[in-house]
């Protein structure tokens, strides 16, 4: 009997957290914007977006060049080796630019974003800009869930981008395959609504889950240090595994069905 | 009898809980207008909650709250965030926005509440940390303030927008007898410059009997006595004087709850 009033509870707490944080976005989303919003999205842009140009630059460029690397000796087989281009540029803009951008978002910024709400909520801040009729789901979470929807599909496009740079560094420049080829194949073969748009929708989508789950996180956290650092944990785990199910599912739906 | 204009806040046969545990039951208390109106309590007994109830963060469950007049409970939740423009709170830890000096601290809800200029808000912050004499830490951040000045910077942001009421979360907590002086003053100044109506949630029992008009005491979930400072030294319960004089046993027992030493130790012989 226990057991079965355990995974009642448990169900229970799961759908009341999913209530909390459908209302709490609601709640963001939805109350009257506010022009001294804009001021404060743009900070976070910079925190969320800007500062994660480095570590997106540097996987972006290594993850190209590695798969150019794999991808020349497999089609080097084949006499296919003026394949890499589109090769290279597909998987970045389908799946590996928005998939590991939000991977490496949710790590970067998405734990940033829960630790911080959660300790504005351990440190009463939250509180008091209550008692300072300051909703604080206008001035805290809007702001940076908003950060999140414009920084993630923006970095996952440069992302893509460096990616098809350290391709042709390494396929072009050090294995020796036809520049003229490498990038013409690559125009001819990319389609601008498949390819690139269906990435970013990818990347919107992801974007929504992980910045989602980072400030619901931070909200609903239990406000002592160890409430907080198991909250940041989750908020990586959770959306870490959430982008990649959803992955399937987008893909089942953008290219699974022609 | 004093009619019910008097009171500013009015806790009406208030009850509350928290999951199975109940914090208040049936709790009665008015706190008048214009005076300093000390809760005091141990540890635990949910005083900080009592302040969140007056500030309608928390919902009772049963019982009224009334701020001027108005149920807090009952009100919508614009009513409510206007009414919280004349109801400020310091926070146990001051609560300051660490991402901010302690000048845009001070200005923070003037400027999301007015709209002043930004000269004229620069007036205002000044006269502010002056009232508490941090002018000259305008441009600090929070963390480089020691935790009396924390609190100091706090309590000018608590001001700023000339509020009528003004709730102190353990005002006294953790600080050093300067600072402690130095608060206690502040308070009571405050209050009677500004004209403001004080509620300060305490266990600093020395303190509070040299400024508070009124006194309350809390425990088992109700008020155990109330008076002003000389009622309060000469009542003659048990309790009041077990919390005043600060003895270890008494009422509330030196033990938590627990079974028998001798059964725990020896098995279930006896």
């Known amino acids: ?258 | 009898m004093q009619s019910n204009m008097d009171y500013l806040v009015d806790v009406k046969n208030m009850t509350f809980s928290r999951g199975e545990r109940v914090i208040y039951d049936g709790i009665s208390l008015r706190v008048p207008k214009g005076k300093i109106t000390a809760v005091m309590g141990p540890s635990g007994i949910g005083k900080t909650t009592l302040l969140k109830l007056i500030g309608g963060q928390l919902i009772p469950d049963g019982g009224d709250i009334t701020f001027d007049g108005e149920s807090i409970p009952a009100m919508s939740r614009k009513a409510l965030y206007h009414n919280r423009r004349r109801m400020s709170m310091l926070f146990q830890s001051g609560a300051l926005f660490t991402d901010m000096t302690v000048f845009d601290n001070v200005a923070f809800p003037l400027r999301e509440h007015t709209k002043l200029s930004e000269s004229i808000i620069a007036t205002i912050v000044a006269l502010k940390l002056q009232a508490v004499g941090l002018r000259g830490a305008a441009q600090m951040m929070p963390s480089e303030l020691s935790g009396g000045m924390a609190r100091r910077a706090a309590l000018a942001r608590a001001i700023a927008l000339d509020p009528d009421l003004i709730m102190y979360d353990e005002p006294f907590a953790g600080q050093d007898p300067i600072s402690m002086g130095v608060l206690v003053k502040l308070i009571r100044e405050l209050n009677d410059a500004l004209n403001l109506t004080s509620i300060v949630v305490t266990h600093d029992v020395t303190e509070v009997l040299t400024i508070a008009d009124y006194i309350y005491i809390l425990a088992d979930q109700r008020v155990i006595g109330e008076g002003t400072a000389e009622q309060i030294k000469g009542s003659d319960s048990e309790l009041v004087q077990q919390f005043l004089q600060g003895k270890a046993d008494g009422p509330v027992p030196f033990h938590y709850p627990a079974d028998d030493l001798r059964a725990a130790f020896l098995g279930e012989s006896d």
């Not at chain 1, 300051?134 to 923006?154: E, K, N, Q, S």
Request: with cysteine; glycine share 10%; hydrophobic share 55%.
């Open chain 1, 1 to 258: 009997m226990n057991w079965i009033q355990q995974t009642g509870r448990h169900t229970l707490e799961r759908v009341a957290a999913c209530g909390r944080a459908g209302l709490m976005l609601f709640g963001a989303l939805f109350a009257a914007p506010s022009l001294k919003n804009i001021p404060l999205t743009i900070r976070q842009l910079y925190v969320v977006g800007v500062q994660s140009l480095a570590i997106i630059i540097v996987s972006g460029l290594f993850i190209g060049m590695v798969m150019a690397l794999q991808g020349y000796t497999i089609l080097t087989d084949y006499g296919a080796e003026g394949s890499l281009g589109p090769m290279v540029a597909l998987s970045l803009l389908r799946e590996l630019g928005p998939v590991v951008t939000a991977l490496l978002f949710a790590g970067r910024a998405g734990s940033a974003l829960t630790a911080e709400i959660g300790l504005m909520k351990a440190t009463e801040q939250l509180s008091s800009l209550e008692m300072m009729a300051v909703d604080p789901l206008r001035r805290v979470v809007a702001p940076r869930f908003w950060a999140g929807m414009i920084a993630m599909p923006m970095l996952a496009l440069i992302f893509s981008a460096v990616g098809i740079l350290g391709g042709h560094l390494v396929g072009v420049d050090w294995l020796g395959v036809d520049a003229g080829s490498y990038w013409s194949i690559m125009q001819a073969t990319v389609d601008w609504d498949k390819d690139v748009i269906n990435g970013v929708i990818k990347s919107l989508v992801f974007a929504l889950v992980v910045t989602w789950i980072a400030i619901f996180k931070g909200y609903d956290s239990i406000p002592t240090s160890e409430g907080i650092s198991q909250a940041t944990t989750q908020t990586v785990v959770f959306s870490s595994l959430a982008v990649l199910g959803l992955d399937f599912v987008l893909t089942a739906l953008m290219f699974g069905i022609e």
